[in-house]
Nanobody, 124 residues
């Protein structure tokens, strides 16, 4: 079993930056492919970014490409999401997720492990 705990959310003005963290425990983090998803009020949870177990391959939703950066530190069992040039439409609860076997990193159903989420609010 894997436990994932997100942190780093908060209130920021448009154009600002935040860095989210996701601390993993209970399983070998270094073998997990990891992703970030978000869910805005009244909307479905959507893919944001993903990174493979070794940190070599990264994937981004078009809406965040060039503004967000996903990274990981396997020695610290931690996943990160650096968010720059934030927009009001980035407001959502952000979730980290992990999987040991994914063929499509953008699909929610591929992920077995989920954190509880952290709120990000971007004011205009």
């Amino acid at each position: 079993q894997v436990q994932l705990v997100e942190s780093g959310g908060g209130l920021v003005q448009a154009g600002g930056s935040l860095r989210l963290s996701c601390a993993a425990s209970g399983h070998s983090f270094s073998v997990l492919d990891m992703g970030w998803f978000r869910q805005a009020p009244g909307k479905e949870r959507e893919f944001v970014a993903a990174i493979n177990w070794g940190g070599v391959r990264t994937y981004y939703a078009d809406s965040v490409k060039g503004r967000f950066t996903i990274s990981r530190d396997n020695a610290e069992n931690t996943l990160y999401l650096r968010m720059d040039s934030l927009k009001p439409e980035d407001t959502a609860v952000y979730y980290c997720a992990g999987t040991t076997d994914s063929r499509d990193f953008s699909q929610l159903a591929e992920y077995s492990y989920w954190g509880q989420g952290t709120q990000v609010t971007v004011s205009s």
